[in-house]
């Protein structure tokens, strides 16, 4: 019985690793997934918008980074983004470890996307 017992709290304590590193895995690609597009589809927008849009992009997906902490540059049609951030994790109740990311975006840089295509065969 106790075994037993033993074995479910051990399965519960590993369930609930899992579900709070699956959160933060997810927010955190799809923050990279944002800061990727944005970077890529970057057009005519200066670094200083990007970093605003970054740090919109961290807002929505509860990203705890530090303004300070991101930088941006343009080199070469390249647009090149870090940024490191630290996230609390719950991985027991009550145990919470300071879990560290690292977002690094290198993309080329192509014009931003059509919204309407040209007409064709106009007389």
Known sequence: MIKTFLKL??????????WHLFVVYSAHYKFKDGVTYTAHYR???TDDQIRDRVL?????FDVPLEPNALSITYE?????????YIRPVELLPGVVYK?????????????????RWPASGSS
Do not use: C
């Not at 709290?9 to 899992?18: D, G, Y």
């Not at 919109?56 to 929505?60: G, R």
């Open 76 to 84: 070469d049609k390249h647009t090149i983004v870090h940024a490191p």
């Open 43 to 45: 057009g005519e927008m």
């Open 9 to 18: 709290a051990l399965l519960a304590a590993f369930a609930n690793a899992s």
């Open 99 to 115: 879990w560290p990311f690292t977002l690094n975006v290198d993309t080329y840089t192509s014009p931003p996307p059509r919204t």
């Open 56 to 60: 919109e992009l961290a807002a929505q």
